[in-house]
């Protein structure tokens, strides 16, 4: 099918099924997917200048090995952009976490984020949620991160056997205590071994889930770590 005629079908398609922004409700552009150029313009981009200037990357500072941590865009409660999380969470929207995990990499790519990474680790979701939602976000996004960058997803080395780690986990992780995991890891885990993993999730907060995946990754040798999420809700 020619590019042109391509075109006409999705001009045709929009004719009958308008596309609408996620965030603003207006109607997209036969370029645009998800959001207009308008919202896309205004997301609150989070810019962490350096490891030694990033408050993702201290929470894990003297506990393993990170390389590198950002996030896209600040979360606010309230605010209009959230509307992007809750269509990726709760809307069966998956398909803007694939367009936004390709805005996250496109940005990253010229700070040279990627490099050194050998594979995507999208945060997994238990059996029950993921059943629920009848899709992994984080999955979507690495999609995207992926389809950029060219790095391979790993999605079966590791399973997520509990829903959200205990109020103490944080305290434990200090003293490496390995019990309450909410991760474990599969007979597929080997072949991250001695890899840089780069793992991927919707929203940073306390950074509880993700010390607890790097906690049970930490078994392997020689792995690394970057840490990218689409939006950051910390302090
Ligand atoms: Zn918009």
Same mark, same amino acid.
């Given at each position: 099918m020619s590019r042109s005629f391509s075109r006409y079908l999705k001009a045709c398609a929009d004719v009958f099924f308008p596309r609408l922004c996620v965030v603003c409700g207006t109607r997209l552009a036969?370029?645009?997917?998800?959001?207009c150029a308008a919202c896309l313009h205004q997301l609150p981009l989070v810019r962490f200048a350096s490891l030694t200037e990033n408050p993702m990357a201290d929470r894990f500072v003297g506990l393993f090995p990170l390389v590198r941590a950002s996030s896209c865009f600040h979360y606010q409660k /309230?605010?209009?952009?959230?509307r992007i999380l809750f269509d990726l969470k709760?809307?069966?929207?998956?398909q803007v976490g694939y367009v936004l995990g390709r805005f996250m990499a496109r940005l990253l790519l010229r700070q040279d984020f990627?490099?050194?990474?050998d594979v995507i680790l999208p945060v997994p979701l238990s059996r029950t949620r993921r059943w629920q939602r009848g899709y992994n976000q984080s999955e979507w996004l690495a999609r995207g991160v992926a389809d950029v960058t060219g790095l391979p997803v790993c999605k079966d080395a590791v399973r997520r056997v509990r829903n959200n780690p205990s109020q103490t986990r944080l305290d434990r992780l200090g003293r490496m205590e390995?019990?309450?995991?909410v991760f474990a890891l599969t007979a597929?885990? /080997?072949?991250?071994?001695g890899k840089h993993i780069l793992l991927v999730d919707d929203v940073f907060t306390t950074g509880a889930t993700m010390l607890s995946l790097c906690d049970t990754l930490y078994?392997?040798?020689?792995v690394r770590f970057s840490i990218l999420t689409l939006a950051w809700a910390g302090a």
């Open positions: 036969l370029d645009e997917q998800q959001l /309230g605010a209009t952009v959230n709760y809307h069966d929207n998956p990627f490099d050194t990474v390995n019990v309450d995991s597929r885990s /080997g072949l991250l071994s078994a392997l040798p020689g």
